[in-house]
């Protein structure tokens, strides 16, 4: 195995069983270090019990750039459907 995934996977482990919540740092320095891992390290970071609160914080850090987005969609699509009802009891 190559000695930069092997460190990439230590740090990644380590980062992942920190105590406390995950700062933005920590989430995109994880984010490059699941990049590097082999496929099997990967499954073993994300598979691992110890690892589900960390990786939940990390997978809402990914998620909240999304957000807007995902907010302003609803919003039209709320309005587009008020619209349309509006308009049929119009006629």
């Known amino acids: 195995m190559n000695s930069s ?3 990439a996977f230590q740090r990644a482990r380590e980062i992942l069983r920190k105590e406390g919540a995950l700062t933005t740092a920590e989430c ?3 984010e490059t270090l699941l ?3 082999s496929g099997t390290q990967f499954m073993a ?3 691992d019990p110890e690892h589900r609160r960390a990786l939940k914080a990390y997978d809402w850090h990914t998620r909240r750039p ?3 987005i ?3 969609l609803v919003v039209l699509l709320a309005f587009s459907i008020a619209m349309g009802i509006y308009v049929s009891l119009r006629h």
Do not use: G, H, S, Y
């Open 5 to 7: 995934t092997e460190r």
């Open 45 to 47: 970071l994300t598979q």
């Open 28 to 30: 995109e320095e994880l």
């Open 66 to 68: 999304a957000m807007p």
């Open 70 to 72: 995902f907010i302003t």
């Open 35 to 37: 990049d590097e891992v």
